[in-house]
């Protein structure tokens, strides 16, 4: 079964860093790309962040492009996502999600449940 | 401003059948990418309605389905129920932003 559990949200200051975990189990780790998505307080879905299977390629949202640094570690099993130069405007919940190749296309097929982070001071 | 446009609401009463939205562009929805749609129940993580246009996880009740057509896709939902009620959102990936895209969402509320 697969799961993904995210961690390491909290309140943090303006301008400071945070380091998001996403501890993967119940499939082969490497075999899939990861995403980053995030939802602030009453708002819809915002994809922050990509990596490939293995770790190769990288792409970000121009919201946090040169902030946040999206990477994955395949001896824990776990994504993660290193915010700096946080804002107010970055108070979200943040999933991770799983890229499932189905039929020909990718989709977001498993998501965590979501840690939340509050930027405020 | 998303990059897919959605309903901010639409509404039905049980048994009734209602369609949301979604209109992209030739970036999106138009190059052509896939258009996927994913429910939110309140409280809850999203969860993977509808894959590749038009297509059902198993598991999903064959009352939900998809379409696309040009720059637009479309979720229908049929013989509404009262646990359809939740935000509903269609994600794409976008060519000239290179990254992947939801609009921005739409509230169901079943009367």
């Known amino acids: 079964q697969v799961h993904l559990v995210e961690s390491g949200g909290g309140v943090v200051q303006p301008g400071r860093s945070l380091r998001l975990s996403c501890a993967a189990s119940?499939?082969?780790?490497?075999?899939?790309?990861l995403h980053w998505v995030r939802q602030a307080p009453g708002k819809g879905l915002e994809w922050l962040a990509f990596?490939?299977?293995?770790?190769?390629?990288?792409q970000y949202a121009d919201s946090v492009k040169g902030r946040f640094i999206i990477s994955r570690d395949s001896s824990r099993n776990t994504l993660y996502l290193q915010m700096s130069s946080l804002r107010v405007e970055d108070t979200a919940v943040y999933y991770c999600?799983?890229?499932?190749?189905?039929?020909?296309?990718?989709?977001?097929?498993?998501w965590g449940q979501g840690t939340l982070v509050i930027v405020s001071s | 401003q998303s990059v897919l446009t959605q309903p901010p609401s639409v509404s039905g009463a049980p048994g009734q059948r209602v369609t949301i939205s979604c209109t992209g562009s030739?970036?999106?929805?138009?190059?052509?990418?896939?258009v996927h749609w994913y429910q939110q129940l309140p409280g809850t993580a999203p969860k993977l309605l509808i894959h590749?246009?038009?297509n059902r996880p198993s598991g999903v009740p064959d009352r939900f389905s998809g379409s696309k057509s040009g720059t637009s896709a479309s979720l229908a939902i049929t013989g509404l129920q009262a646990e359809d009620d939740a935000d509903y959102y269609c994600?794409?990936?976008?060519?000239?932003?290179?990254?992947?895209?939801f609009g921005g969402g739409t509230k169901l509320t079943v009367l």
């Open positions: 999600t799983r890229e499932d190749p189905l039929g020909g296309s990718y989709a977001f097929g498993y």
């Open positions: 119940g499939f082969t780790f490497t075999d899939y790309a």
């Open positions: 990596i490939s299977y293995d770790a190769v390629r990288q």
């Open positions: 030739s970036s999106n929805i138009g190059a052509p990418h896939a």
């Open positions: 590749g246009n038009t």
């Open positions: 994600q794409s990936y976008d060519s000239s932003l290179s990254g992947w895209v």
